[in-house]
C-alpha cells in the first residue's frame, strides 16, 4: 500500500523563491527521508529526520516532522535553478521492516532563472 | 571516490529474451537494494540483500531473481521479460539494515522491451 503522499505534484518558481513540498503517511515511522532525483539519474539522499525529531537543518534545506499529523515538510530556501528536480521523501517503518523505504510520489520542483 | 556503479546505463531488450543488470559498490556495504521505478513514479523496492541473506517483497514478481555473489557486487535477473517490465532499475546500498542511514543509489539502468 502507498505510504506517502506528496503534494504538490508539480511546483513552478522563480529563482531566489522558497519552495515547501509537504508528505504525509499512514503508518508509524521509526525515521524519515528525503530525497532529489534529476532527470534520468538516480536519487541523491537529502535529509533524515528520526521520529524523536521535529525539525532538521542542512544548508537551504529545512525539514519538519510531526508525528501526530502523520506528515512531514521539506522548505528549500533562496531556490536556484540548479534545484530543478523531482523530490521524494521516503518512510522507514523500523521493525521487522527497518531499513526498508517506502517513496511516496514525489513532487516536481521546476525553478526558472 | 566510493561508489554506487550500475551497468550499463540503458538496456534494451526483446519481448521474453533474458537479461541481466548489474550494480557495484566500493562502499563495502552489507546491504544492497534494487527497486523499479517506472515513468513519473515512485521507486518501488523489489528485493534486498542484508549480507548473503536474500529478502524478496511478497509482490514482487517471480520473473525477477537476483544474485550477489560478494559483497561488491549484486546482479538482477529478469527471467522472461514482458512489456510492463520496462523501467529504470535502480540499485542501492547501506552500510547496516538495523540503523538509521540513509541509502546510496546508482544512476540506474534503465530498460527497454522491444
Known amino acids: 500500500s502507498q505510504q506517502g503522499e506528496e503534494d504538490p505534484q508539480a511546483l513552478s518558481i522563480q529563482e531566489g523563491e522558497n519552495a515547501t513540498m509537504n508528505c504525509s503517511y499512514k503508518t508509524s515511522i521509526n525515521n524519515l527521508q528525503w530525497y532529489r532525483q534529476n532527470s534520468g539519474r538516480g536519487l541523491v539522499h537529502l535529509i533524515l529526520?528520526?521520529?524523536?525529531?521535529r525539525e532538521k537543518h542542512s544548508g537551504r534545506l529545512r525539514v519538519t516532522l510531526d508525528t501526530s499529523k502523520k506528515s512531514s515538510s521539506l522548505l528549500i530556501t533562496a531556490s536556484r535553478a540548479a534545484d530543478t528536480a523531482s523530490y521524494f521523501c521516503a518512510t522507514d517503518a523500523g521493525g521487522t521492516s527497518y531499513g526498508k523505504l517506502t517513496f511516496g510520489q514525489g513532487t516536481i520542483l521546476t525553478v526558472h532563472p | 571516490d566510493a561508489m554506487v556503479i550500475q551497468n550499463p546505463r540503458y538496456q534494451v531488450t526483446q519481448f521474453g529474451k533474458p537479461v541481466t543488470l548489474s550494480c557495484s559498490q566500493t562502499l563495502n556495504h552489507n546491504v544492497m537494494y534494487w527497486y523499479q521505478q517506472k515513468s513519473s513514479q515512485a521507486p518501488k523496492l523489489l528485493f534486498h540483500?542484508?549480507?548473503?541473506?536474500?529478502?524478496n517483497e511478497a509482490d514482487t514478481p517471480d520473473n525477477f531473481q537476483s544474485r550477489r555473489p560478494n559483497t561488491s557486487f549484486c546482479f538482477l535477473d529478469i527471467r522472461s521479460p514482458g512489456l510492463g517490465d520496462a523501467a529504470m532499475y535502480l540499485c542501492?546500498?547501506?552500510?547496516?539494515?538495523?540503523?538509521?542511514?540513509?541509502?546510496?543509489f546508482g544512476d540506474g539502468t534503465r530498460l527497454s522491451i522491444l
Open positions: 529526520i528520526r521520529s524523536n525529531e
Open positions: 540483500y542484508y549480507d548473503k541473506d536474500f529478502n
Open positions: 542501492a546500498t547501506s552500510p547496516y539494515r538495523f540503523m538509521d542511514q540513509p541509502q546510496h
